[in-house]
């Protein structure tokens, strides 16, 4: 499950491995991260959504099968409280897309509003 608390930035570094080994992802193609309230939802009704450049960056070297997920105080400052779904797809260099991860995700609202 990944928290995000609501209103803040926050990076998740995320580890990729394909049958055991970091995924080399040297010329990656495409990356996207959703979150949506239902898994059945389109990608168009996300609630959020990041990709390959625009939230999701691969980290170097790219063979360390290493991404960033970077989250601003927009994604999150006026969305309430609750647990959805999120996934994580990415397309490589053969074209091959896989599903990374698919979890829960909840965006957490807290007493403090402003420092």
Do not use: H, W
Request: proline share 3%; net charge neutral.
């Amino acid at each position: 499950m990944l928290n995000l608390y609501a209103g803040t930035d926050k990076t998740f570094t995320i580890q990729i491995y394909l049958n055991g080994t970091p995924l080399d992802l040297t010329g990656l193609v495409a990356a996207k991260f959703c979150v949506k309230e239902n898994v059945d939802d389109s990608d168009s009704a996300a609630l959020i959504t990041k990709t390959l450049g625009a939230g999701l960056l691969v980290s170097a070297p790219p063979t360390s099968g290493i991404m960033t997920l970077s989250f601003v105080v927009a994604d999150s400052v006026n969305r309430p409280s609750q647990t959805v779904t999120c996934s994580l797809k990415v397309t490589d260099i053969t074209n091959l897309t896989s599903l990374v991860f698919s979890d829960s995700f909840s965006i957490i609202r807290t007493a403090v509003r402003s420092i």
